[in-house]
């Protein structure tokens, strides 16, 4: 199709030799205007792609044509013509919304060049916006066929569940010999349909479960949660039917692992999941073992964020490839153990949803015949995180000065407020004091534990750092902490490495006990 | 003694009798409503012992019907057990809120049900 140009321009012979030129040349439909007036008028009757006008006219000048084309019909294009020298309206045009402007006299290439590749420009753009459009609209189809998803699995499930409790009834009712005495046989049979009333009663849990988490309905209370506790809770209600097949399940997850920030019911429903499937696919006499530890610094992109849980097991094992898909939706392998009285397909995706809620990552490894090993990570608390970075960086400093036989010296402060009020006020006015005291060392560590201040400096000799002691000590007496009522006291407990103690150990307990002095 | 009267709201017909028979079997006086309005006016009229009320009704929900009783001084020593297909925390903080003594949700463990019956009866 041919793009439409309106010419605006008072002098005659400009009008001509353009309609001539953009027709002839260009292959434009070119029609012509005298007057900003006359141009506003045509394009109210009909649409063009592109206006070209002259910037000097009487009354309408070219600037004001272009701020109100641009106002009133921003699809269509605008360039400007000016003389030389009045670049600056080129300029003010370009501002008002001109997609380009061309110097007179006139150069014919040029003019339909620039014409052209304004037009082009536009079409791109045009083509981008509708594809854009299309994704929009897609996108916005596709949310809600999910949340017509989402309610009909919850309206499904609702209306499945009531004639399931009658047919559950009914089946225990003439179980149970209530309705007249059975034989073995129809005990057997009915037994049957009974546990499969649970199981489906168990996939339409499973369903409603999964598809709250598919949708993000999911409400997490977070909170920070030791895990040891946790796990051993889980471990302890599934312990009966790992006893049933001997197998044995061990928790060993250290004290010392920092606290997770999570939902604890959905964590204990996640080990719940994972334990319960190693019991059902490890044979009898097997083990399974739960740990847990700190994510090892390049593994989880940035050290402390995440400790890591694997549940491992001496089960069948996973074949290679449907390791890939084991966390989806229904996938179950086949020739897998009592498939048809348990599992509902649903127990992996739900774990992996509920591990994603809390930003964490869920991965199998498998051997066949030796067993698996599942791992999900989960963030650790805020408060550890610190804490645990100063574990970290203490570690890695004192093997550091074991090595070179350099100092290392702890600090150990506690403010004593016979008030007792305010401590977390006096614990962050003390922190202050104790980092201007050592400020003229780049690398003190400090962490705040309960009632206490941990500050380790590296390379401080014995004496340097009796002197610096006696700064903070003084800097404490000087600047006394405010108490509300009471009085308050600084102790500080220090011990050097290598001049004094001999291991970390050893240097937190000298630490300790001169805490008093 | 009379027996203990006890009164089944479901608009589910069958559910109705697979809960009327082992209950009748256990020596109870059932009687069985399958509205919320009814099941308020033979409350209102029987007074009975216990109440087994399901949530979704027509005319009055199940809520509504709870809150009428339990709201009311001549009728809230009556214990309400909610027979629920839904299962979701919010229902059952829902329903707790109206003053139920009792959440379970459908399907249920026939047993469990009369063991509860038989507990709230007893209180």
């Keep these: 199709m041919e793009n439409r140009v309106l010419v605006v321009d008072d002098e005659k012979e400009i009008r001509v030799f353009l309609n ?16 900003g007036e006359e141009a506003l008028k045509r394009l109210e009757k ?31 294009l605008t360039i400007m013509m000016t003389g030389h020298g009045t670049i600056d309206s080129a300029l003010e045009a370009m501002k008002l919304g001109a997609s380009d402007y061309i110097t007179k006299p006139l150069n014919l290439d040029e003019t339909i ?38 309610e009909f699995v919850s309206v499904a499930s609702h209306e499945l569940r009531t004639p399931l409790a009658a047919i559950k009834n009914a089946v225990q009712l003439i179980l149970s010999g209530r309705t007249g005495e059975i034989n073995k046989n129809q005990e057997k049979f009915l037994s049957m349909a009974e546990r499969n009333i649970n199981r489906l009663t168990n996939i339409l849990n499973d369903l409603l479960n999964l598809s709250r988490i598919e949708s993000g309905r999911v409400e997490l209370k977070f909170q920070n949660i030791k895990l040891k506790g946790l796990t051993e809770l889980a471990a302890s209600s599934l312990r009966p039917h790992a006893d049933e097949k001997s197998i044995q399940i061990q928790v060993e997850i250290p004290d010392s692992l920092p606290a997770v920030y999570g939902d604890q019911e959905k964590i204990e429903q996640i080990f719940t999941n994972l ?38 097991d001496t089960g069948i094992g996973i074949p290679p490839e449907h390791l890939e898909a084991i966390f989806e939706k229904f996938h179950q392998v086949e020739g897998s153990l009592q498939r048809s009285t348990s599992g509902t397909g649903l127990g992996l995706a739900i774990t992996k949803g509920l591990v994603e809620a809390h930003q964490g990552k869920i991965w199998v490894k498998s051997e066949m015949g030796k067993g698996s090993v599942f791992t999900f990570t989960l963030p650790i608390s805020e408060s550890e995180r610190r804490d645990l970075y100063f574990r970290f960086t203490l570690d890695k400093e004192f093997h550091r000065v074991q090595q070179n036989n350099a100092p290392l010296t702890l600090f150990l402060f506690q403010v004593v407020d016979e008030g007792g009020e305010a401590k977390e006020v006096l614990l962050n006015q003390l922190e202050e004091q104790v980092q201007q005291c050592l400020c003229r060392k780049a690398d003190i560590l ?29 800097g404490c007496q000087q600047h006394p902490l405010e108490s509300q009522g009471g009085s308050v ?15 970390k150990a050893e240097l937190f307990r000298l630490a300790k006990e001169r805490l008093g002095g | 003694m009379n027996p203990k009267k006890i009164l089944v709201v479901d608009d589910e017909v069958d559910l109705v009798e697979t809960v009327r028979f082992p209950l009748e079997m256990e020596g109870y006086h059932v009687l069985v409503s399958y509205n919320g309005e009814d ?19 027509p005319k009055l929900d199940g809520y509504k019907v709870c809150r009428l009783l339990k709201f009311d001084e001549r009728y809230k020593h009556i214990p309400i057990l909610m027979l629920t297909a839904k299962i979701q925390e919010k ?22 049900l009369l063991q509860k019956v038989k507990a709230h009866l007893s209180q």
């Design chain 1, 489 to 503: 006291h600084v102790k500080v407990g220090m011990a050097t490495y290598p001049e004094e103690a001999l291991s």
């Design chain 1, 113 to 150: 060049l620039r014409l052209r590749k304004v037009l082009e420009e536009r079409q791109r753009f045009v083509k981008l916006r509708d594809f854009a459009d299309q994704l929009e609209r897609a996108n916005k189809e596709l949310r809600k066929i999910d949340a017509m998803k989402s």
């Design chain 2, 39 to 57: 099941a308020l006016n033979q409350a209102r009229k029987e007074n009975p012992d216990l109440i087994l009320l399901d949530l979704m009704l």
């Design chain 1, 46 to 76: 009909e649409p063009f792609d592109l206006v070209l006008t002259d910037l000097k006219m009487p009354k309408t000048d070219g600037l004001q044509l272009i701020a109100e084309i641009a106002k009133s019909k921003p699809e269509t």
């Design chain 1, 275 to 312: 334990i319960g499937n190693s019991i059902k696919f490890t044979p009898e006499g097997g083990k399974i073992l739960i740990s847990g530890e700190v994510l090892s610094h390049d593994t989880a992109g940035g050290y402390g964020d995440m400790v890591a849980i694997s549940v491992k």
């Design chain 1, 446 to 474: 400090l962490r705040r534990v309960k009632e206490k201040i941990l500050a380790a400096l590296c390379e401080a000799n014995l004496q340097g750092a009796q002197v610096i002691r006696r700064r903070i000590e003084e």
């Design chain 1, 20 to 35: 001539k030129a953009l027709s002839r040349f260009g292959g434009f439909h070119v029609d012509l205007a005298e007057s």
């Design chain 2, 91 to 112: 229902d059952k903080v829902l329903g707790m809120e109206t003053g139920a003594n009792e959440y379970i949700t459908k399907p249920f463990d026939m047993d469990l």
